[in-house]
């Protein structure tokens, strides 16, 4: 007696980039797709595509951004969630999203990324992008870092949303080149400082790389001019005052923000589908 097995078809899926941030495949169109994996909460778009048949799976586009949800107001709206670690997931649930709607993926862009030595004086400094021109704020850390701490030799690290900073040496990639985080991977070792005025996911990399990271703007003063201001992951950084003696660096806490190994996406696929 003959055996005939039904193959189980795949659904197609389409990607709303953000920073590149997703770390698996682009999928196919908008309109061909069954899910839709987003990195915005917006109603409107939301419901057109719900109205459509499509569910709609959140990622986490950003270190610590599920974590930043209740600080800045956005109230969640997706079917479900995919989290970088359990903070973010706690987050989710402290603003109502159902455990069973919450998976744990980790981000597999931060996979297999090793520590070296770093014993040199080059020195980074990652300008800070936001929603509006901070070029000027960012040129301003950037010459009181290289007055107050001349022994290092300094590149400023800049992208196409945060701005010129006039440097004798720059660092400068387009956010969305889908080779970024592939550049920051090749490049981030030859430094061994990183000065940043905000936490992000640049810092994530060089942390993981063993490349010391200190935070020049607790406050995050460039970011008061919005009613939905930023906010601070507190995941024990090393703040600074410009001009006061560098202190021993201390490692940040990434535990509970990034799940590492990351799942695969097959798996993470079979469970956006499953009731």
């Known amino acids: 007696m003959a055996l005939f097995f039904t193959k189980v078809k795949s659904p197609k899926f389409h990607v ?5 941030y997703w770390p698996y495949g682009e999928g196919t169109s908008l309109d061909q797709a069954d899910i839709i994996f987003t990195w915005f909460e917006e109603k409107e778009p939301l419901d057109e595509w719900r109205n459509q048949g499509k569910k ?18 956005i109230v969640p709206y997706s079917d479900k969630y995919l989290s970088s670690g359990d903070i973010g997931k706690s987050s989710l649930m402290e603003l109502g999203v159902p455990e069973k709607n ?18 040199g004086h080059r020195a980074l400094f990652v300008a800070q992008h936001w929603m509006y021109d901070v070029s000027e704020y ?4 950037y010459d009181q870092l290289v007055k107050a701490y001349p022994e290092f030799e300094w590149t400023a690290r800049t992208i196409d949303k945060s701005g010129g900073v006039t440097a004798d040496r720059i660092w400068s990639s387009e956010v969305g080149d889908k080779y970024l985080f592939k550049d920051i991977k090749r490049n981030l070792p030859k430094y061994d400082f990183v000065f940043a005025p905000r936490y992000s996911t640049f810092c994530v990399f060089a942390e993981l790389m063993g490349i ?4 020049t703007d607790e406050h995050l003063s460039f970011a008061q001019k919005e009613e939905k201001k930023g906010y601070v992951v507190p995941n024990n950084q090393n703040f600074i005052r410009i001009g006061e003696k560098l202190s021993e660096p201390k490692e940040s806490t990434l535990e509970g923000f990034l799940m590492r ?5 097959k798996n993470v696929l079979k469970w956006c589908v499953s009731d």
């Open 16 to 20: 709303v980039k953000h920073h590149n």
């Open 56 to 73: 709609i799976i959140s990622y986490e586009h950003g270190f610590g951004s599920y974590y930043g949800y209740g600080k800045v107001g």
């Open 138 to 141: 960012n040129q301003d850390i």
């Open 212 to 215: 010391p990271v200190y935070i």
């Open 261 to 265: 190994p990351s799942m695969k996406f």
């Open 102 to 119: 919450i998976l744990v993926i980790g981000n597999a862009h931060f996979d297999n990324i090793k520590k070296s030595k770093h014993n």
